[in-house]
């Protein structure tokens, strides 16, 4: 199992992508997908006091398992997502605290998506989760601005504790 808060100074800027990204203005290039209406968003009506997550992987069982462990741990999942653009799309709505993001989804992968995240939203928190424990994925992972990164296999209690620590 890897679990790890990546190392990130807080004050540091998410890296871009290689080429430097951003459309005219500074603004992201569009999202692919994003012309779209969202397929499997379900944003809450009204989120309680607490951390406010977004889940994004595009096998809806592990969405389901990763809200339920989440809630047990009486974190308040504001939405859901099955994959990377419609991830973007739900975090600039919802504006969530953290994100839990799936790496490999179609339209636009996890870690494409966690750099839009981070760039767009510098408050909200990415924990890249994925069913490899692939330092390059990791690596990829921090730097386009996750928090951390998690493997599958981590343990409901390592899943909620990394989502805590990556929310303070």
Known sequence: ?????????????????????????????????????????????????????????????????????????????????SHGAEGVMLARELRPDVVVMDVRMPILDGIAATSYITRELPDTRVIVFSAFDDEELAEGARAAGATGFLTKGASPAAIAAAVQDAAR
């Open 1 to 81: 199992m890897t679990l790890s808060l990546l190392n990130r100074p807080d004050d540091a800027p998410p890296a871009g992508r290689p080429d430097g990204g951003g459309g005219a203005g500074g603004r992201p290039d569009p999202i692919p997908g994003s012309a779209s209406e969202p397929s499997a968003g379900h944003p809450a009506e009204a989120a309680p006091p607490g951390f406010r997550v977004l889940v994004v992987d595009d096998t809806s069982s592990i969405r389901t398992e990763i809200r339920l462990l989440l809630e047990d741990a009486g974190l308040t999942v504001v939405g859901e997502g």
